[in-house]
């Protein structure tokens, strides 16, 4: 959306009280959230694309956006996300941890541990691994009545069952990509 389409459908959403409106327009685009934020009080959420503190700076200084959406995978580790979030705490933002199945279960159990040292948490992302994953990353972790707990084994709680993982051959997998009427490639 552009930037105008993106404020007026957050304005237009406001009686529905969404948990918030997340990536409305492209994230590289910061100063087009400005005009979103100063049009709505719809709550904004985006960072999935980022991966450091300084993707962020504006955003959070200027309190563009609600939440922080970046995976700790993508941004480092559990250090330099962490630092993300208590820069966003400063501004009472809050985090919203990418969790999809794209981030293996390790890097899940770290979001979670993090979840657990921040107090702006805000809401974990979590889609559940196929059992071919499962079988591979042992996790000690648990889903249960919309709640994740981390399980009791020391450190992340995740072990890898090599044995397990010899019976599944590589294979190259590639993110979709959309195209537009007229062919171009577009992002997703």
Same mark, same amino acid.
């Given at each position: =959306?552009?930037?105008? /389409?993106?404020?007026? +459908?957050?304005?237009?959403?406001?009686?529905?009280?969404?948990?918030? +409106?997340?990536?409305?327009?492209? !994230?590289? %685009?910061?100063?087009?959230?400005?005009?979103?934020?100063?049009? @709505?009080?719809?709550?904004?959420?985006?960072?999935e694309?980022? %991966?450091?503190?300084?993707?962020?700076?504006?955003?959070?200084?200027?309190?563009?956006?609600?939440?922080?959406?970046?995976?700790?995978?993508?941004?480092?580790?559990?250090?330099?996300m962490?630092?993300?979030?208590?820069?966003?705490?400063?501004?009472?933002?809050? *985090?919203?941890?990418?969790?999809? @199945?794209?981030? *293996?279960?390790?890097? =899940?159990a770290a979001a +979670?541990?993090?979840?657990?040292?921040?107090? %702006?948490?805000?809401? /974990?992302?979590? =889609?559940?691994?196929?059992?071919?994953?499962?079988?591979?990353?042992?996790?000690?972790? *648990?889903?249960?009545?919309?709640?994740? #707990?981390?399980? #009791?084994?020391p450190?992340?709680?995740?072990?890898?069952?090599?044995?397990?993982?010899?019976?599944?051959?590589?294979?190259?997998?590639?993110?979709?990509? #959309?195209?537009? !009427?007229?062919? @171009?490639?577009?992002?997703?």
């Amino acid at each position: =959306m552009t930037p105008i /389409q993106a404020a007026k +459908l957050g304005k237009s959403l406001e009686p529905y009280d969404l948990f918030w +409106l997340e990536d409305c327009t492209p !994230a590289e %685009n910061q100063e087009a959230l400005r005009l979103v934020r100063s049009h @709505t009080t719809t709550p904004l959420a985006i960072g999935e694309v980022f %991966n450091t503190v300084w993707d962020y700076q504006t955003l959070i200084k200027d309190q563009l956006i609600d939440y922080v959406r970046s995976a700790v995978t993508h941004t480092g580790g559990i250090s330099p996300m962490k630092k993300i979030l208590d820069y966003a705490a400063q501004y009472q933002i809050k *985090s919203g941890i990418h969790g999809p @199945t794209d981030i *293996s279960p390790v890097g =899940m159990a770290a979001a +979670l541990h993090l979840d657990l040292a921040v107090h %702006n948490f805000g809401i /974990q992302e979590y =889609m559940q691994h196929g059992e071919a994953t499962n079988s591979v990353f042992e996790q000690s972790f *648990s889903f249960s009545d919309g709640y994740l #707990n981390p399980g #009791n084994q020391p450190g992340l709680g995740v072990e890898i069952n090599v044995d397990e993982a010899g019976k599944y051959p590589y294979q190259t997998a590639y993110l979709p990509f #959309n195209r537009l !009427a007229d062919g @171009t490639v577009h992002d997703w």
